[in-house]
């Protein structure tokens, strides 16, 4: 990594979490302001937890479990560690879609709404089953000391796949809700004549799609990816060193950005093996 990649990579985190927080504001603020407010009695305030849970938790935490990895200053931790923070804020993203869904179930109960008639509650469904199965799967075969490396190896690919997926579906089914809601509440005036709620809650989706963009560039960048386990031990046993400083060091060169080129090579080439057996 060069520091002009690494310099990139700073300006697209940054970008995201601007336009996260951003996501973040305006949800609350839709909340807020626009619609009325918080609260857990049964009506409209109970229902607005949905939003402000499943942008803030499913979609905002889901994105830093993604990119947890690929923090520079991540590195001198260990893969085990690492691998707990990913699988927490994924748990913790999962208990926020959670208590969304009940949030609506319970308003659509004592209103005497229908259940599960619409496209966006039918995807939403499977993205939050699917998730499960993901967290259930990712959790046995990583986090697990006895599951063989070969069937860790082997699942790598469709774990990371259906991770991005799951990202990526889960923004889609926000978009639907956004705009379910908008033509849901807004009657007079009608969401078709652009009433400022309208204009900002569209802009909310804007900012959760740049967001969703910026996190999917970040997460399949092969040069910004974590090094391999093996990238650092055999820098460590090419250098020589008994006490491991040429590592420490090169380590506190990934953190710069200043990783120069043969680590970038080596890393390149081992990159490919730490993808099977992580
Ligand atoms: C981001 C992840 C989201 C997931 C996984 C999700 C999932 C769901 C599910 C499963 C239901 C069905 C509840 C029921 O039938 O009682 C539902 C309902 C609903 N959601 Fe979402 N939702 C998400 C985001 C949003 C957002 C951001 C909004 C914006 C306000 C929204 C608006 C609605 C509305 C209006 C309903 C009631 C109408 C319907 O069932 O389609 N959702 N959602």
Not at 16 to 34: N, P, Q
Not at 114 to 125: A, F, K, R, T, V
Request: charged letters at 15%.
């Amino acid at each position: 990594m060069t520091m002009e990649n690494y310099k990139l990579f700073l300006f697209t985190l940054s970008s995201a979490c601007v336009v996260g927080i951003l996501a973040i504001i305006f949800v609350l603020r839709w909340v807020l302001h626009f619609q009325p407010g918080l609260g857990w009695d049964g009506g409209l305030a109970e229902f607005n937890w949905h939003p402000v849970l499943n942008v803030c938790g499913f979609i905002i935490l889901q994105a830093l479990a993604i990119i947890v990895y690929r923090l520079p200053w991540s590195w001198k931790r260990s893969k085990l560690t690492m691998k707990i923070i990913h699988a927490s804020l994924n748990l913790v993203a999962y208990i926020f879609a959670v208590v969304a869904t009940v949030a609506v179930f319970d308003y659509h109960n004592l209103s005497k709404i229908p259940n599960m008639y619409s496209l966006h509650s039918w995807i939403g469904m499977v993205t939050l089953i699917l998730y499960c199965l993901q967290l259930v799967l990712g959790f046995g075969l990583y986090l697990m000391p006895s599951t063989p490396i070969s069937w860790r190896a082997a699942f790598m690919p469709i774990h990371v796949y259906s991770g991005l997926l799951l990202f990526t579906s889960v923004i889609a089914v926000a978009l639907m809700g956004i705009t379910e809601k908008l033509i849901f509440s807004l009657t007079n005036p009608k969401y078709n004549s652009s009433p400022p709620e309208a204009i900002f809650v569209n802009i909310l989706g804007l900012f959760l799609v740049v967001f969703g963009a910026l996190i999917l560039w970040i997460a399949t960048r092969q040069s910004w990816k974590r090094p391999s386990e093996q990238t650092l031990h055999s820098l460590n046993s090419k250098g020589g060193d008994e006490d491991g400083t040429r590592v420490s060091t090169v380590l506190s060169q990934l953190s710069d950005g200043t990783e120069g080129e043969a680590v970038g090579e080596t890393r390149k080439r081992n990159n490919k093996l730490d993808d099977r057996v992580n």
